[in-house]
Nanobody, 127 residues
Framework: QVQLVESGGGLVQPGGSLRLSCTVS????????VAWFRQAPGKEREFVAG????????YYADSVKGRFTFSRDAAGSTAALEMSGLKPEDTAVYYC????????????????????WGQGTQVTVSS
């Protein structure tokens, strides 16, 4: 059984940094597409960043480009999201998602394409 576990959320001041981690058990991320989504209260879940694992091709939402960086480990078991220059509008529950398929760009940003999800980790940006 595949499980995703996120960690690293918390409270940070505007302009600060956080590192989120997503660890998989039951398989590795090799040949997968892995993504981070977030959901703020009263809003729909939105794509933040994604990676085609084998090709190491990364994609970012315009709202986080230049501030967030998706990284992976060589073992294929951990995906991380390095977040800097955090803003109050980044406040949300962040979810790690994965699919065993290599998605094309037009579908990579869609939450419905992912069959595995973590439980989410809260990120709060506030002074």
């Amino acid at each position: 059984q595949v499980q995703l576990v996120e960690s690293g959320g918390g409270l940070v001041q505007p302009g600060g940094s956080l590192r989120l981690s997503c660890t998989v058990s039951g398989r590795t991320f090799s040949r997968s597409t892995v993504a981070w989504f977030r959901q703020a209260p009263g809003k729909e879940r939105e794509f933040v960043a994604g990676i085609k694992w084998s090709a190491n091709m990364k994609y970012y939402a315009d709202s986080v480009k230049g501030r967030f960086t998706f990284s992976r480990d060589a073992a294929g078991s951990t995906a991380a999201l390095e977040m800097s220059g955090l803003k109050p509008e980044d406040t949300a529950v962040y979810y790690c998602a994965a699919t065993a398929r290599t998605l094309i760009l037009s579908t990579l940003r869609s939450a419905t394409e992912y069959e595995y999800w973590g439980q989410g980790t809260q990120v709060t940006v506030s002074s």
